[in-house]
């Protein structure tokens, strides 16, 4: 799945077998909408399956959200809705921009917190409507749609929009970097797309709630219907916010508690009632662009060293190993696996953090955040997915990663997840050292002779890795330098050595690797010094033809 930068914030187009009737004892079309008012989220379905009138002002309970959702899902899925307004469904993407949420008239000021609540306009790629409401006292009240709550700008919008139109999605601003300041904190548009900000960070990579079939051969998007923000008292170091999902597959309840700071945290919780069996879920995931990194420049004659909104793949699993698979853009589609059971965490992050390897004075690279999810309870078996997909630009989101239990999800029967993410710039997850270079090379001086003469040549590369941090820095000058720990899943490994880095704080390994004919290997290595594993573990796949 390759998702368009200047696209970032649309919705997707889901695809998918919609079933054909709800069970035999499923409650009545009518029944759902009845109770999808009571909580304030009929404004988020089709207009032509709501039962009753317009709800405001009623009672809201989080687990009612889930009686809801549970309920939903035992109905066939109805993605329909009315279709938008001509004007709305003909502009382009600046016309579109040019609709701007009128800041003044944000809400949550009125309570004299810290957060503010902006919202989406509909139209463009956006033509989902999203309902949202305030839960004020445990009293949740719809916003209805103005045009007065936006500036239009230069875009000219003929006739009148209905009242019922809706939104979009929704943006949250905080005193993030500075308290006479409000900043943007996080933002839901699109699907079930989502992104947040820490202290310093520029926007880059995107969560999502939920994935499904995302390494298939179509991909289904879920979406929020509707969202309901808590109004927070005067003092809260937190927002909580309510949300309601649905795809043809499965329909679910979500909050997320969002903390600002230097690295914002976004607690996740959320109750999923499969319509179908979900073979392909993916949790937790994250989605992220690598076109031009130092493993491989050969993309483009571009100035800029390297481009990509993360460098690579954090693991740390049940066993307590800590992994660093540095990313790519493969020439076709790569799909790693890495059995798992019990994980602790897993992101995409951006290690690099140096200005001069990207020298983008505009774009800010060096600046975007790492996501790091941290699983909370019993997760199982299973595997994070690392989808990587080819791309000739930076304005493609080519990288995916989640994670994928082992046993498929049942139709009927609840799941519950808990997890958190944050928004990491460069700080060291583990004690240990980490890689901080990844770099490829011919394994000799000549390599340009040794091709001429030698066909299999191209199948020999020598791997350069730069391992920092942690105790490496104390052992600079210790006359037994540590062990590399290397190995191939196939081919061989036909040399090592091990230099001190003093630039990184650590060493350099370098490993010769060779395969003996066509074909693909996954490599391995970390250092050590005895019995003590002192760095995570670099992991790195290579094919040759």
Not at 43 to 67: H, M, N, T
Not at 131 to 151: C, H, K, Q, W
Not at 261 to 280: E, I, K
Request: charged share 25%; glycine share 8%.
């Amino acid at each position: 799945m390759i998702r368009v930068r200047g696209q970032n914030d649309t919705e997707d187009r889901a695809e998918a077998t919609v079933p054909e009737a709800a069970p035999p004892d499923a409650p009545s079309r009518r029944a759902v909408m009845s109770g999808l008012a009571a909580a304030g989220l009929t404004a988020a379905l089709p207009a032509a399956a709501v039962a009753q009138g317009e709800a405001a002002g009623v009672p809201f309970d989080p687990s009612a959200l889930e009686r809801q959702a549970q309920a939903l899902a035992a109905q066939p899925f109805d993605g329909g809705f009315p279709p938008l307004p001509a004007p709305l469904a003909r502009l382009d993407y600046d016309a579109y921009r040019d609709i701007r949420f009128r800041k003044e008239r944000a809400f949550l000021g009125e309570a004299g917190g810290p957060f503010r609540l902006q919202l989406f306009h509909r139209g463009f790629l956006y033509e989902r409507p999203v309902a949202v409401s305030l839960v004020r006292d445990g009293v949740s009240t719809p916003i209805a749609y103005d045009p007065a709550l936006f500036d239009f700008g230069r875009t000219q919008i003929e006739g009148t929009l209905p009242s019922d139109l809706n939104f979009a999605g929704i943006r949250i601003h905080a005193p993030l970097n500075r308290p006479d300041r409000l900043d943007e904190l996080i933002v839901f548009v699109g699907a079930s797309y989502f992104r947040f900000l820490g202290q310093d960070q520029l926007y880059g990579l995107s969560a999502r709630a939920l994935a499904i079939g995302t390494d298939a051969e179509k991909e289904e998007f879920p979406f929020f219907r509707a969202f309901s923000i808590e109004v927070p008292p005067a003092d809260a170091k937190t927002l909580t916010i309510h949300a309601l999902l649905d795809s043809p597959s499965v329909a679910g309840a979500y909050r997320f508690i969002v903390e600002p700071g230097r690295n914002t945290t976004v607690r996740v919780s959320a109750t999923l009632y499969p319509r179908q069996d979900l073979s392909s879920v993916g949790l937790a995931p994250l989605t992220s662009m690598y076109f031009i990194g130092e493993t491989d420049r050969g993309h483009s004659d571009d100035y800029r060293p390297e481009l990509h909104d993360s460098d690579g793949l954090q693991i740390a699993t049940g066993s307590g190993e800590w992994l660093w698979r540095p990313l790519d853009n493969p020439q076709n589609r790569r799909i790693s696996t890495f059995l798992d059971r019990e994980p602790k965490g897993f992101g995409l992050m951006q290690r690099d953090r140096a200005f001069a390897s990207y020298q983008d004075l505009e774009a800010g690279y060096e600046r975007r955040p790492g996501y790091f999810v941290e699983l909370e309870g019993a997760w199982g078996e299973g595997s994070v997915v690392l989808m990587e997909l080819p791309t000739d630009n930076e304005t493609a989101d080519n990288i995916v990663a989640f994670w994928r239990p082992r046993q498929p999800y049942r139709a009927g029967a609840p799941v519950r997840l808990a997890y958190r993410i944050r928004a990491h710039t460069g700080e060291d997850l583990h004690p240990n050292g980490k890689v901080v270079n990844t770099f490829i090379a011919e394994p000799a001086a000549s390599g340009a002779a040794r091709r001429a003469a030698d066909a299999t040549a191209l199948r020999s590369r020598r791997f350069l890795i730069d391992f920092g941090g942690g105790t490496l820095k104390t052992l600079l000058d210790d006359p037994s330098p540590p062990e590399i720990v290397a190995s191939a899943s196939a081919g061989r490994i036909v040399a090592t050595s091990i230099v001190a880095n003093p630039h990184v704080g650590g060493f350099r390994a370098a490993l010769d690797v060779r395969l003996d004919g066509p074909g693909a290997t996954e490599l391995r290595a970390y250092l050590r010094k005895g019995d003590q594993a002192l760095t995570e573990t670099w992991s790195f796949p290579w094919s040759a033809a």
